[in-house]
């Protein structure tokens, strides 16, 4: 294995009680970065959020380390195992399954831990269906400059759901979340329902795996692309374009303009009290008006 790692870095410091955040592949073996072999090579412990699945790739690249399971059910407790590790000068990585541990995986909160008790914590990045998905959407997320707004996977129940699903569809911003294939069409069918037909989805499936595909949608697509029964398997990133309504003419424009008029002359309660005579606000309206008005100037 030392034969495939460049000589710089065995010339790259490792802190001694540290924990390694190392991004795994999310599908193709091959994704996994030299320094991230490197790394796992080099440190005495490597957690898992499953040993089993990790063991796999960790065969195939021949390195032998104690594996330590830490996943969603006892990454508190299992935590503080592991910082006993560090209190010993010793150097741990942590691996989730597939991706980037921390982003919609397990993760965080033995990071949390970890830096609470004063050790370091570094991060060795890698792949992320997040990043490796944005990266071919085009011009959805050309028309926002770049910008998104990640939501992970989407709430179970349906009310929490929809309420997300309506802030999706609210935003100027493109949005990103992850689904699985047990809930796809439910997902799929509450899309083509509510989100309006000039609006673009991109659907990533299985990326970097044998069948990965890549498609862009219109919301009345969603439903025949389901028939095709390959389309139901694997891993999804699904990203809805930002909505492109130009704003109307903001509420209470009038008095926005007449508050920034008066903010040099008058304090924000007599401000307040001429646009809740003129306009016909409630008090705590104006007031909030007259007092952003001061904070603008």
Not at 89 to 109: F, K, M, V
Not at 133 to 151: D, E, H, N, R
Request: with cysteine.
């Amino acid at each position: 294995m030392d034969k495939v790692i460049p000589q710089f870095l065995f010339e790259q410091e490792l802190p001694s009680a540290s924990l390694y955040v190392v991004a795994s592949p999310i599908g193709n073996l091959g994704d996994i970065t030299l320094r991230a072999l490197h790394v796992l090579n080099q440190v005495d412990g490597i957690a898992c959020e499953d040993t089993r699945h990790s063991a796999q790739l960790l065969k195939h690249y021949d390195i032998r380390k104690p594996l330590m399971a830490i996943h969603e059910h006892n990454e508190m407790e299992a935590a503080n195992i592991l910082i006993d590790h560090l209190r010993n000068g010793e150097r741990w990585a942590y691996l989730s399954d597939a991706g980037t541990p921390g982003i919609s995986d397990p993760g965080a909160r033995l990071v949390m831990q970890v830096g609470g008790q004063g050790f370091r914590t570094i991060p060795i990045p890698g792949a992320s269906a997040l990043t490796g998905a944005l990266s071919v959407c085009g011009s959805i997320l050309l028309a926002s400059s770049g910008q998104f707004q990640f939501l992970g996977f989407l709430p179970n129940h349906n009310k929490e759901f929809d309420q997300t699903l309506e802030r999706m569809i609210q935003s100027a911003l493109p949005s990103v979340f992850y689904e699985s294939p047990h809930r796809l069409s439910k997902t799929f069918l509450k899309l083509s329902k509510a989100v309006p037909e000039e609006r673009g989805i991109f659907v990533a499936r299985e990326l970097s795996k044998k069948f990965e595909s890549i498609c862009h949608l219109k919301p009345s697509e969603l439903l025949p692309w389901l028939e095709h029964p390959n389309n139901q398997k694997g891993e999804f990133v699904i990203v809805l374009s930002g909505s492109n309504k130009k704003g109307a003419e903001p509420e209470h424009a009038d008095s926005t303009k007449l508050a920034g008029l008066l903010k040099d002359h008058m304090g924000s309660r007599d401000i307040a009290a001429i646009l809740s005579s003129l306009f016909g606000l409630k008090k705590n309206e104006a007031y909030e008006i007259a007092i952003s008005s001061k904070e603008k100037g």
